[in-house]
């Protein structure tokens, strides 16, 4: 099992920044890839931005030269930095990691922008 936990969510102003993180435990060693979903008011999960063990990433592109995924080498942690937050930014993020075929999720933190 591989237990995850999100953490740095909270109420920022647009044009702002946040970071997340999102730490990772238990059976970690066979993890093929993190990832970073978020699930806006009233919508669908969505992939945000992903990462594998060989750090490739993806992102959405709605988030494209604004976040940045990035795992910790030793892969305990992966973070979202998260700058030039917008209105539409505002969900509940999610992490994900996939080992193997099974895919296991965090409880999720909430990002609010607003004035």
């Known amino acids: 099992q591989v237990q995850l936990v999100e953490s740095g969510g909270g109420l920022v102003q647009p044009g702002g920044s946040l970071r997340l993180s999102c730490a990772v435990s238990?059976?970690?060693?066979?993890?093929?890839?993190m990832g970073w979903y978020r699930q806006p008011p009233g919508k669908q999960r969505e992939l945000v931005a992903a990462?594998?063990?060989?750090?490739?990433?993806t992102y959405a592109d709605s988030v494209k030269g604004r976040f940045t995924i990035a795992r910790e080498n030793a892969g305990n942690t992966v973070y979202l930095q998260m700058n030039s937050l917008k209105s539409e930014d505002t969900a509940v993020y999610y992490c994900?990691?996939?080992?193997?075929?099974?895919?296991?999720w965090g409880r999720g933190t909430q990002v609010t922008v607003s004035s």
């Open positions: 238990g059976s970690i060693f066979s993890i093929n890839s």
């Open positions: 994900q990691a996939t080992r193997i075929i099974n895919v296991f």
């Open positions: 990462i594998t063990t060989g750090g490739i990433t």
